[in-house]
C-alpha cells in the first residue's frame, strides 16, 4: 500500500501539533516587510504590529514560488519513497500560489493539486477533513480520496471581521471610500470567500464584543454547519472575553469540537490586529 502525505500552505494557519500530529506537510508563503522577505512562521506577528506602530506602513505577503514548491515536494518524496502526495492549495483567486505549484509538479508524478478556494480557518478545515478521510480509511484509492476533498470545497465556509481596515486597505482589498465609511462609522465588515473571492458580506456596527456574537449569530443562522467540529479564528489583540463569549456561543450550538485558531503573520498581514472569525463545513 503506496502511503498518501498531505500538504498545504501557510496560510491555511493549520495549528502546528495538529501539522506534527497528523503528518500534513505545510510549505511557507512569505511576508515582506521593509523590503526584508520572511517565510510566513519565522515571523512573529507581533513585530508585524510593532513595524506598523512605529511606521504606519503595513507588511505585504507574496506567494509560495515554483522552484520552492518543486524542493517542497521533491523533499517529501525523498523522504517517503514511493508516497502519494494531495496537496489542498489556498485560493487561487487570491494568490499565485497554486498556480505556482501547477508549474513546479509538470515533471513530478503522482501529485494531485487540489484549489481549496479558501484561506485560514476555512482552508484548515478542509484539510482537517482530508485528514480524518485518510485516517478513517488509509487504503483509501488517491483519485476517491481526491474527489471526496473536492467535494466538500464548495461547502467550507469563512467568516470574519478584520481588527484593522487600515490593514485591509493597505493590502487593495478595500476601497478608500469603504475604509473611510468604515473608520468615521465604526463600521466592521464581515469578509467571506464566495468562489475563492474575499467579499464583504455584511457590515456590523459596535465594539467587537458585540460584533463578534452578531457574526457567530448570523453564520450559524445562515448556513447548516456540521456540528462535529468548528474552527474559531483570531489575530493577536483580541481580548479573551470576546473568545469566551464565542465559545459559549459554540456550545450553545451543540458544537463537539471546537478549535481556536491563530492567525499567523500572512493572514495578520491583512486583517490587522484583534480581529475574529468563525469556520466549519457545511453538511
Keep these: 500500500m503506496r502511503r498518501i502525505i498531505l500538504t498545504t500552505e501557510s496560510g491555511a494557519d493549520l495549528p502546528v501539533e495538529l501539522a506534527v500530529k497528523h503528518n500534513v506537510q505545510v510549505v511557507p508563503m512569505h511576508v515582506i516587510m521593509d523590503g526584508q522577505d520572511y517565510l510566513d512562521g519565522s515571523l512573529p506577528v507581533t513585530e508585524i504590529y510593532d513595524f506598523y506602530e512605529r511606521t504606519k506602513k503595513t507588511s505585504s505577503t507574496t506567494s509560495t514560488n515554483s522552484h520552492e514548491y518543486f524542493e517542497f515536494f521533491t523533499k517529501i518524496k525523498n523522504d517517503y519513497p514511493d508516497c502519494i502526495i494531495i496537496h489542498v ?18 515533471e513530478l508524478n503522482d501529485i494531485y ?22 485516517e478513517k480509511e488509509p487504503s483509501i484509492d488517491p483519485v476517491r480520496l481526491v474527489e471526496k476533498i473536492e467535494s466538500i470545497v464548495p461547502k467550507s465556509r469563512l467568516a470574519f471581521v478584520p481588527g484593522s481596515l487600515e490593514f485591509l486597505r493597505a493590502g487593495g482589498r478595500v476601497s478608500n471610500l469603504a475604509y473611510l465609511g468604515g473608520a468615521l462609522l465604526k463600521i466592521k465588515p464581515r469578509i467571506e470567500l464566495i468562489d475563492g ?3 464583504s458580506t455584511k457590515k456590523y456596527r459596535g465594539n467587537m464584543e458585540a460584533v463578534s456574537e452578531k457574526l457567530m449569530r448570523d453564520y450559524l443562522s445562515q448556513y447548516d454547519i456540521d456540528r462535529e467540529q468548528l474552527y474559531l479564528l483570531y489575530s493577536i489583540g483580541l481580548d479573551e472575553g470576546i ?23 500572512m493572514i495578520s498581514s491583512h486583517a490587522g490586529p484583534g480581529g475574529v472569525g468563525i469556520a466549519g463545513l457545511e453538511v
Design 89 to 106: 492549495g489556498y485560493t487561487s483567486k487570491a494568490s499565485s500560489s497554486f498556480q505556482n505549484a501547477v508549474i513546479a509538479t509538470e
Design 113 to 134: 493539486l487540489i484549489d481549496a478556494l479558501n484561506v485560514t480557518g476555512g482552508l484548515t478545515a478542509i484539510v482537517m477533513y482530508a485528514v480524518t478521510l485518510l
Design 197 to 199: 473571492n474575499l467579499v
Design 243 to 265: 473568545k469566551q463569549g464565542m465559545d459559549v456561543i459554540a456550545k450553545e450550538a451543540d458544537f463537539k469540537n471546537v478549535k481556536w485558531i491563530q492567525a499567523g503573520a
